[in-house]
């Protein structure tokens, strides 16, 4: 493996699992890499189909004898070359990230991997388990705490500007699975509603895990218990297409939490509020770049990006001047610069700078999963007041 000297020359060297032609999020992963040229694309098993994968690594330029025919293949063929991966993207859906995770980590490689960080709640106990065992990093893709004005609005709740937090909405609308397109070829919404490939949540596992995190990375309030009603719209659907918890929160706190795919006339509509005893503050994802607060008997005030005074968490996440809108490529890069700075600063054993503190890794994606089990729970229970086994 690379010493710290030669790893101070050099991009750290990323390999991706999943992400092929017409994948989603795999693209995302691949222009969020590029943006501070901490990472470089060298080796991959793109697609569930070898040849499909293979002529996608050709596609983009990934050398031959570093396409694999899959993830294992993957695992043998990097473990001994000396310019072997540092870390490996997980781009596949759900089911598949434990078996690859654990596959990567044991052969001492570093992970990033999307959410839900598994598909069963032992699943992501033992990789959190494994992650610490094998003392690798493991990053988890919470795409919204990379954006600055959520740095921003943590730092508000922190310093106490909005008091004692009393209420937070979070809700998460998205319209495209409004109708049975899973039915229809749609490879994306064929996954997402099978529960063997997707786990038990259906939007509650895909986005409501992302307004969960939102929602306890801004206020710091772990959950106490929470009381949930899941809806399958969709004839034939097998898993949730809409989610309503009511979230106690430690400290007395109240919380709401909608996800749904079925919310016609959302596109990503993302959307924080929390409510403290002396100002509240809002943000929503289609328009990232401000953060509205507002002080008891105040006028609202609108935040913008790029400002000089913002807090330092913010700033070092932000990258053109104020006025010049940045957006969700950017959101994603920030966190593999964060990933890229807290690789680095393990390997020589000294603490991250800003940009590499505060990312989500294996504990995250390990409350995503209670929070997804306590759910469904809650649901299958009639609606009892439950609490997730980690918060
Ligand atoms: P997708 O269906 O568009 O793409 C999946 C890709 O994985 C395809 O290229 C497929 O061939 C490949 N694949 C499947 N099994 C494989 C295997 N065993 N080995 C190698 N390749 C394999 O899926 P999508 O929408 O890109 O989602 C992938 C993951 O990303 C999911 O876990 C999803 O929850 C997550 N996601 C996260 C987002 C975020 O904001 N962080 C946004 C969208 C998805």
């Not at 993830?71 to 598949?96: L, Q, S, W, Y």
């Amino acid at each position: 493996m690379s010493g710290a000297d030669d790893l101070a020359r050099r991009r750290l060297r990323l390999g991706m699992v999943g992400g092929g032609e017409g994948a989603y999020i795999g693209g995302i992963h691949r222009f969020a890499t590029r943006l501070d040229n901490a990472f470089e694309l060298v080796a991959g098993a793109f697609d569930v189909r070898a040849e499909r994968g293979h002529a996608f690594a050709e596609s983009i330029f990934v050398a031959r004898d570093r396409s694999y025919d899959d993830f294992t293949a993957m695992v043998e063929g990097e473990k001994n070359r000396p310019d072997r991966i540092d870390a490996v993207a997980i781009c596949t859906p759900n089911h598949t990230h434990f078996p690859i995770a654990k596959a990567f980590l044991e052969a001492g490689f570093d992970v990033i991997c999307e959410k839900p960080m598994t598909t069963t709640l032992d699943d992501a106990i033992a990789l959190h388990e494994l992650a610490k065992a094998t003392n690798r990093f493991v990053g988890v893709t919470y795409t919204y705490c990379g954006y600055p004005m959520i740095h921003q609005a943590q730092a508000m709740v922190a310093r106490g500007d909005l008091g004692a937090i009393r209420v937070v909405q979070v809700e998460y609308p998205l319209e495209w699975m409004a109708s049975a397109i899973e039915a229809q070829g749609n490879a994306q919404a064929a996954w997402r509603t099978d529960p063997k490939l997707s786990g038990r949540g259906g939007s509650v596992g895909d986005i409501g895990t992302h307004a969960y995190h939102l929602a306890g990375f801004v206020t710091g309030l772990k959950a106490q218990s929470l009381c949930a009603d899941l809806a399958t719209f969709v004839p034939g659907r097998l898993l949730d297409d809409n989610a309503h918890v009511m979230i106690r929160y430690e400290g007395g706190a109240r919380g709401l939490l909608w996800s749904s795919q079925v919310a016609i006339g959302c596109s990503n509509g993302l959307r924080l509020r929390v409510f403290g005893e002396k100002g509240s503050l809002s943000w929503w994802q289609e328009e990232p770049n401000t953060l509205s607060y507002t002080r008891l008997s105040g006028a609202p005030e609108i935040i913008k990006r790029g400002r000089e005074d913002l807090d330092p968490s913010a700033k070092v996440r932000t990258r053109t001047p104020p006025g010049h809108p940045e957006g969700y490529i950017a959101a994603f890069a920030n966190l593999y610069a964060g990933f890229a700075e807290a690789i680095r600063a393990r390997r020589e054993t000294r603490a991250p700078s800003e940009i590499g503190m505060n990312v989500p890794t294996s504990a995250d994606g390990l409350k995503g999963v209670a929070f997804v089990d306590a759910v469904v729970d809650s649901h299958e229970a009639k609606g009892c007041w439950l609490t997730p086994r980690f918060v």
